[in-house]
């Protein structure tokens, strides 16, 4: 069946650096990806609609210049932790939509760690 | 706008007991709906899912059944195994251009003894 990739799975990083995830459909066009986040014993909450050749669409108070998404092919979005903080450690999870079926499916996950 | 409301965790239970996890949800239009399982250290795995009125998920032994009069999706399972023990969301995503946009309950961690 179609997967769909995350990488990294795991990152420590320092406060003030940039992190860049990235998320693959391996064996379908992806016009469309959602970013999620996830605090520890939480639910997932969408932070954005990542779509292909356009700009992302952002959820209600998240901050987009911080949260930097980038779909520039049709089987690959990233998402980039700029400037990164301790209250930015999370864990971020991807999905993409196949339209065709109308399947979604979900990345393995990437567990920030800002120190 | 939409929300999922599941039942509150976490649940533990016997090998072989029968289990329920609640969800109910508000929506506008039709909303298809969505089983969610994730395993310690894994990411999120489709359970099952119902795309419209009195349809019946069911995969691995679990079921939920779409009911709209109740706006609920209750999961249940017969006989749960150690290995069912993980975290269980419920979810919604709306049609149209807003299909795959998913709004997830609380999550309900399930532990499952031998």
């Known amino acids: 069946g179609a997967v769909v990739s995350q990488h990294p799975s795991r990152v420590i990083c320092k406060s003030g650096t940039s992190v860049k995830i990235e998320c693959r459909s391996l064996?379908?066009?992806?016009?469309?990806m959602f970013w999620y986040r996830q605090f520890p014993k939480q639910s997932l909450m969408l932070m954005a609609t990542?779509?292909?050749?356009?700009?992302?669409?952002?959820e209600q108070g998240v901050e987009k210049d911080k949260f930097l998404i980038n779909h520039a092919s049709l089987t690959l979005s990233t998402l980039t932790v700029t400037s990164a903080h301790p209250e930015d450690s999370s864990f971020y999870i991807c999905?993409?939509?196949?339209?065709?079926?109308?399947?979604?499916?979900f990345g393995s996950g990437t567990q920030l760690s800002v120190l | 706008g939409n929300s999922v409301t599941q039942m509150e965790g976490p649940v533990t239970l016997s090998e072989e007991a029968f289990l329920t996890i609640n969800c109910t949800y508000t929506?506008?239009?039709?909303?298809?709906l969505f089983w969610y399982v994730q395993y310690p250290g894994e990411g999120l795995q489709l359970l099952l899912k119902?795309?419209?009125?009195?349809d019946k998920g069911s995969n691995k032994g679990f079921e939920a059944t779409y009911r709209k009069e109740t706006t609920s999706f209750h999961l249940e399972k017969g006989s749960v195994q150690v290995s069912d023990s993980a975290v269980y969301f419920c979810?919604?995503?709306?049609?149209?251009?807003?299909?795959?946009?998913?709004?997830f309950g609380q999550g309900t961690i399930l532990t499952v003894h031998p």
């Open positions: 999905s993409a939509l196949d339209r065709g079926d109308e399947k979604l499916f």
């Open positions: 979810a919604l995503t709306a049609g149209g251009t807003s299909y795959g946009k998913l709004t």
């Open positions: 929506a506008t239009g039709y909303p298809s």
């Open positions: 990542s779509n292909e050749g356009s700009k992302a669409t952002y």
């Open positions: 119902a795309t419209k009125a009195d």
């Open positions: 064996d379908f066009q992806a016009t469309t």
